[in-house]
T-cell receptor
Framework: KAGVTQTPRYLIKTRGQQVTLSCSPI?????VSWYQQTPGQGLQFLFE???????NKGNFPGRFSGRQFSNSRSEMNVSTLELGDSALYLC????????????????FGPGTRLTVL | EDQVTQSPEALRLQEGESSSLNCSYT??????LFWYRQDPGKGPEFLFT???AGEEKEKERLKATLTKKESFLHITAPKPEDSATYLC?????????????FGTGTRLTVIP
């Protein structure tokens, strides 16, 4: 089974621009979560989408947004980029709940390295 | 508020020298504790999920255990290829499903 894929892998933007990152989950996974990873803050949850609806949201400003399509692919958008947005952006997908559990392990993609100049 | 603390921050081992990594947590209603391995420039790779105190899981040279306050990742006779950052994360009543709250990781270096 193919893993989570993210495009592009690397991106360089300047302050004030906007950027869109894409994520394709593992086949059959309907939940997609996004994380930001920086050396200072570590891995932080941005938001989660399930069946095209945002189901959970972290503590990030409204400049960070996302969406999910009917095929479970997801995009995240960052508007008005700031220097502090430079980070590795990771997407993770989760399999359908099993055994009565609604909490499942997440499988991560390779990430998109965003550099803001 | 949920808290996850990993120790040590960095660990250097000789090849074959066994050791343990610690993940202490304070959460409201633990739903799952997860261990991941991350190599530089890559996404985290899933290792284990533990759901209840007393649970143990093993994979090759790694063994994860869980108590009500902490989890340990035991590494037996490590090899240089085990060098990576090991991340611990929790899901709780506060985080909700599919939202992992991560510790800052332990950077492991295994010297040949």
């Amino acid at each position: 089974k193919a893993g989570v894929t993210q495009t592009p892998r690397y991106l360089i933007k300047t302050r004030g621009q906007q950027v869109t990152l894409s994520c394709s989950p593992i086949s059959g996974h309907r939940s997609v979560s996004w994380y930001q990873q920086t050396p200072g803050q570590g891995l932080q949850f941005l938001f989660e989408y399930f069946s095209e609806t945002q189901r959970n949201k972290g503590n990030f400003p409204g400049r960070f947004s996302g969406r999910q399509f009917s095929n479970s692919r997801s995009e995240m958008n960052v508007s008005t980029l700031e220097l502090g947005d430079s980070a590795l952006y990771l997407c993770a997908s989760s399999p359908p709940a099993a055994g009565g559990r609604s909490y499942n392990e997440q499988f991560f993609g390779p990430g998109t390295r965003l550099t803001v100049l | 508020e949920d808290q996850v603390t990993q120790s040590p921050e960095a660990l250097r081992l000789q090849e074959g020298e066994s050791s343990s990594l610690n993940c202490s947590y304070t959460v409201s209603g633990l739903r799952g504790l997860f261990w991941y391995r991350q190599d530089p420039g890559k996404g985290p790779e899933f290792l284990f999920t533990l759901y209840s105190a007393g649970e143990e899981k093993e994979k090759e040279r790694l063994k994860a255990t869980l108590t009500k306050k902490e989890s340990f990742l035991h590494i037996t006779a490590p090899k240089p290829e085990d060098s990576a950052t090991y991340l611990c994360a929790v899901q709780s009543d506060q985080t909700g499903a599919n939202n992992l709250f991560f510790g800052t990781g332990t950077r492991l270096t295994v010297i040949p």
